[in-house]
């Protein structure tokens, strides 16, 4: 039963971002930038989250410190 649970957490941890829309990254950690990117992010640019839609992606960027916003 339990490696069952784990099979099913570790596929679900791998599929996820894949089905991703947006993702959020940070430019540049010394000034605090980040943007919604509609690709999977390159090089040069930090994955924070994904997001289904880029009305969830913009609130996150709004809500944590990581980007200049309210608290983590």
């Known amino acids: 039963m339990l490696r069952i649970f ?3 957490v570790t596929l679900t941890a791998l599929v996820t971002p894949a089905l991703a829309d947006y993702w959020v990254v940070q430019d540049d ?4 930038k980040c943007s919604i990117v509609d690709q ?3 090089k040069g640019q930090t994955e924070l989250y994904s997001f289904k839609t880029q009305q969830e992606a913009q609130a996150y960027i709004q809500k944590i410190t990581m980007c200049g916003g309210g608290s983590d």
């Open 40 to 42: 999977k992010p390159g």
């Open 29 to 32: 950690p010394t000034t605090h």
């Open 6 to 8: 784990v099979t099913t």
